[in-house]
């Protein structure tokens, strides 16, 4: 009985003329197919079918309910994926249209789409004619932000666990001119197994995202850098270490951010980016000598010359039948350069015999010229003797480049790498007659004159009571080795020394820890370093350091040594992390995205390159806080 009043009220909620009857009999056939189809007959009849198989109507009411918990919980779970797939892979999301099935709907729609031909969850998503179905822009914003929020609480909590830690930061502006910070904080975790034995010391560098910046001051980035510092949690007597690149903004000594922060922590010593130094290094050995200068003006020419046309590059590839090719100059990281020089080095005479053919094949004028020039200046001794140094010179620095970019790189192998590379570029400067004969074989390949051109020596005008005049030399050989690669080779070893000397200082406080120095070492110069470094870092390192260190040759797990062990390695040497940062915020914020927010540039960054943790999220746990953050959809999810 009770099934047949609630099948009434269910219908006569829907219409009452099915109850009390009706009048009007025209077109009794369609409404009755209009009621059978209508939701208040459908739960009329699952009613009555429940009553009829002798089943409770709440305990199907309350099937019903897990049966669509699963069923929405299941189409989060793929859309918090598809999210976080598209984030990690620096993919756009919205496109021109906001509606699933339509072109230029983006990235995201298109990618649900997609599944939907495949997985019935998100096929009956579509399906549904409901205004309810999490794929607005504003759902995306929530759960990115809910995805980088949990990926920051975690390097934030390991940050917190960790004894010590180093900031790198650096900014650059992106593509609406907006000056971004870039966080990075460095650490050191040990890995432990099962049975809780340390197995590993890992040196971490996180990123915890972009900050906007309006204050480009010493005092404004200090302020904004303590902020962000004090806003995750963070205690700043724990800072051990500053990286920042040489702008004076950042290393200034008198008002610097780096004195900035060194007066409110005075062992957070500030370490000049080792990779930026080593750019300037060069930078300085090229661009004050006018030859080097005058051979990097033309290799960009070369180029410029034949990327410029699309015959012109068709006709040097023709004859480059494998890599290398020509490649583009950077203006500012000079160790890359190797690779133009390489790909120039081992296709010399490629490129000359491509030359020769537009001189001889053109029908305009100034390509004609322009080949012409770049072939002469190609035809000269000096040209491939300079293309055999510099290329040796490059090579060497670019090894020590790369490894210097590493996130786990110390500051003793990175020293250590420095001195080795100088060691290795003041043996080159004996080294002239070799790279003499190198490039005699390589001018040989095209025929050229292996001979140094004579110069019009300059003469320096001579005072009256000047007795002697100054001694020239005469011979271009040795006009050419002494004003162009001795004073190189003079420039880039002394410039490492000068540059680095920093570097140095505070690598000769840590030196002794290193297990040759430790074991070679005697008591005493033991003891003297531990007892100078203790004092430094009083608040870290007890008075019992030196005998610990001294216990340490034989016995492993001494508090302090470890303690002092974590301090070193905490120490940074580059912001390369910071730099590689700023490749992902091109990605992300491109001209198709330039109005993007910044909450969701900076959670689009973390999840991008910290895509390692986020993959590694339960996005069960995600759905949850998803849905208790609004009451609506917790009924929809189920009691979290």
Not at 75 to 93: G, K, W
Not at 186 to 202: F, G, H, L, P, S
Request: aromatic share 8%; net charge positive.
């Amino acid at each position: 009985a009770r099934a047949t009043q609630s099948c009434r009220r269910m219908c006569l909620s829907h219409h009452p003329s099915w109850t009390v009857g009706i009048n009007d009999w025209r077109g009794l056939s369609a409404k009755i197919k209009k009621h059978e189809s209508s939701r208040a007959h459908l739960a009329a009849c699952v009613v009555f079918d429940t009553w009829k198989n002798d089943l409770t109507v709440d305990a199907q009411l309350d099937s019903e309910y897990k049966s669509q918990v699963r069923f929405w919980t299941d189409v989060l779970m793929r859309i918090t994926d598809v999210t976080l797939t598209l984030a990690s892979c620096n993919l756009a999301f919205r496109g021109h249209r906001e509606k699933v099935g339509e072109l230029n709907s983006g990235n995201f729609l298109s990618v649900i789409d997609l599944l939907a031909r495949y997985d019935p969850v998100l096929r009956e998503l579509l399906d549904k004619k409901s205004n309810v179905n999490y794929l607005s822009p504003s759902i995306q914003n929530e759960l990115i932000a809910l995805l980088s929020q949990r990926v920051h609480d975690e390097i934030v909590s390991e940050i917190k666990e960790a004894e010590f830690y180093s900031v790198i930061m650096d900014t650059t502006q992106d593509l609406s001119k907006v000056d971004q910070l870039s966080q990075v904080f460095r650490y050191v975790t040990v890995r432990k197994d099962e049975a809780d034995n340390a197995i590993a010391v890992d040196i971490n560098e996180s990123f915890l995202g972009f900050q906007n910046i309006s204050d480009q001051t010493a005092q404004g980035l200090e302020t904004k850098i303590t902020e962000l510092i004090q806003s995750n949690g963070l205690l700043l007597h724990k800072c051990r270490g500053q990286g920042y690149d040489g702008a004076s903004t950042m290393s200034g000594i008198y008002s610097g951010v780096q004195k900035r922060i060194l007066d409110k922590e005075p062992n957070a010593v500030y370490v000049h980016c080792a990779a930026h130094n080593l750019n300037l290094v060069l930078n300085d050995a090229c661009q004050h000598i006018t030859e080097i200068k005058e051979y990097y003006d033309i290799l960009q020419r070369l180029y410029v010359f034949f990327s410029q046309s699309i015959k012109r590059w068709e006709l040097l590839e023709n004859h480059l039948k494998s890599k290398p090719t020509l490649k583009r100059l950077c203006p500012t990281r000079w160790a890359s350069r190797r690779d133009a020089l390489y790909a120039l080095r081992f296709r010399y005479a490629d490129i000359l015999q491509a030359l020769t053919k537009i001189t001889l094949r053109s029908k305009k004028s100034d390509e004609r010229t322009e080949a012409m020039g770049l072939l002469k200046a190609m035809e000269a001794f000096e040209f491939v003797m300079m293309t055999v140094i510099q290329e040796k010179i490059l090579e060497t620095i670019n090894i020590v480049s790369q490894v210097l970019q590493k996130k786990d790189v110390d500051l003793l192998q990175a020293a250590s790498l420095l001195g080795n590379a100088t060691c290795t570029l003041a043996q080159l400067r004996d080294q002239f007659d070799n790279l003499k004969c190198t490039a005699q074989g390589l001018a040989s390949s095209w025929g050229i004159r292996c001979n140094f051109r004579h110069k019009r020596t300059r003469r320096i005008k001579r005072h009256f009571d000047e007795l002697t005049e100054d001694q020239c030399l005469t011979n271009p050989e040795e006009i050419f080795k002494v004003n162009v690669f001795y004073m190189c080779i003079d420039t880039v070893v002394s410039q490492v020394r000068t540059r680095f000397h920093g570097m140095d200082s505070v690598t000769r406080k840590f030196q002794f820890l290193c297990p040759t120095e430790l074991l070679r070492a005697s008591d005493e110069a033991l003891n003297e370093s531990a007892q100078t470094l203790a004092a430094i870092y009083n608040e870290d390192l007890s008075s019992e350091f030196s005998s610990q260190l001294l216990s340490f040759r034989n016995a492993l797990g001494v508090t302090d040594v470890a303690t002092a062990l974590k301090l070193f390695l905490t120490i940074p040497v580059t912001v390369a992390s910071a730099e590689r940062s700023f490749s992902k915020l091109k990605m992300i914020k491109n001209y198709l995205r330039s109005t993007m927010s910044q909450d969701r540039l900076s959670g689009l960054a973390m999840l991008s390159i910290e895509s390692q943790r986020s993959r590694r999220m339960d996005l069960t746990e995600i759905v949850k806080e998803f849905a208790q953050k609004n009451v609506r959809r917790r009924g929809r999810f189920g009691h979290c």
